[in-house]
């Protein structure tokens, strides 16, 4: 029933853009974020001149688990399907990263129909979310009001990046394996210049957040009733 699948034969372009070209586009991103983090490590943090009211461990915890934790955002709260939705999303990213990675170093890894059927299920999930959150921001006047073009840029190359690797990782067609590649290289050299490298701020805005709230007395709840007793 599971049968192993071929991947199909690449001529010399697909095959370099697969084994080289996005393994160098690939350093190129990581010298890039590395340059973003040490820019961010330059900068002084700021410090509390209060006395701590809060234990600062559990705040930086708690910050980090919040993205696991819908219940503890009022917004997430009163719309549970839009957390939904950017679990989805943010799963078949990873799926499709995954994809380029697995197909250029370990085929055989993805080389049974099941898996290839899991992927594509957690990609087309993944493609729906995007074309909804799409969708909003183009139709929803609030939405509207505070996107800029980066924003509508990242979501339709995002789209276009997630339905290549639907194609793609069936790995029966040169064209799809070319087109999910050539895509993924873009990605890797255009992504520290967009939006989409919000990811890269992202533990040291839960680490500051979680730590300053925290020793405020007001974030969270818990932290705040354990650090003034």
Same mark, same amino acid.
């Given at each position: 029933?599971?049968?192993? #699948?071929?991947? @199909?034969?690449? &001529?010399?372009? !697909?095959?370099? =853009?697969?084994?080289?070209?996005?393994?160098?586009? /690939?350093?190129?991103?990581?010298?890039?974020?590395?340059?973003?983090?040490?820019?961010?490590?330059?900068?002084?943090?700021?410090?509390?001149?209060?006395?701590?009211?809060?234990?600062?461990?559990?705040?930086?915890?708690?910050?980090?688990?919040?993205?696991?934790?819908?219940?503890?955002?009022?917004?997430?709260?009163?719309?549970?399907?839009?957390?939904?939705?950017?679990?989805?999303?943010?799963?078949? #990213?990873?799926? @499709?990263?995954? &994809?380029?990675? !697995?197909?250029? =170093?370990?085929?055989?890894?993805?080389?049974?129909? /099941?898996?290839?059927?899991?992927?594509?299920?957690?990609?087309?999930?993944?493609?729906?979310?995007?074309?909804?959150?799409?969708?909003?921001?183009?139709?929803?006047?609030?939405?509207?009001?505070?996107?800029?073009?980066?924003?509508?840029?990242?979501?339709?190359?995002?789209?276009?990046?997630?339905?290549?690797?639907?194609?793609?990782?069936?790995?029966?067609?040169?064209?799809?394996?070319?087109?999910?590649?050539?895509?993924?290289?873009?990605?890797?050299? !255009?992504?520290?210049?967009?939006?989409?490298?919000?990811?890269?701020?992202?533990?040291?805005?839960?680490?500051?957040?979680?730590?300053?709230?925290?020793?405020?007395?007001?974030?969270?709840?818990?932290?705040?009733?354990?650090?003034?007793?």
């Amino acid at each position: 029933m599971f049968e192993t #699948v071929q991947m @199909a034969e690449v &001529g010399e372009t !697909t095959s370099l =853009i697969m084994h080289h070209v996005h393994h160098y586009a /690939l350093g190129f991103m990581a010298l890039v974020y590395a340059l973003k983090i040490w820019w961010i490590l330059k900068r002084k943090p700021a410090k509390e001149r209060t006395p701590a009211r809060g234990d600062h461990g559990k705040g930086i915890r708690y910050s980090f688990m919040l993205i696991a934790m819908p219940w503890e955002i009022e917004s997430q709260r009163k719309a549970p399907l839009r957390w939904i939705e950017f679990a989805i999303f943010h799963i078949g #990213v990873a799926v @499709a990263i995954a &994809g380029t990675f !697995t197909l250029s =170093i370990a085929p055989q890894i993805i080389s049974h129909n /099941l898996t290839i059927w899991i992927m594509q299920g957690l990609l087309i999930l993944a493609l729906a979310a995007g074309l909804n959150r799409m969708f909003r921001r183009i139709v929803l006047p609030h939405m509207r009001a505070i996107s800029s073009p980066d924003d509508y840029f990242s979501i339709v190359m995002l789209n276009v990046w997630l339905g290549s690797a639907v194609w793609g990782v069936m790995q029966t067609s040169e064209m799809a394996l070319l087109i999910y590649f050539s895509m993924t290289t873009f990605f890797l050299i !255009t992504v520290p210049f967009t939006k989409i490298s919000h990811y890269i701020f992202w533990p040291f805005i839960r680490f500051y957040i979680g730590k300053h709230l925290a020793h405020r007395g007001v974030f969270p709840r818990k932290v705040v009733k354990e650090g003034a007793s």
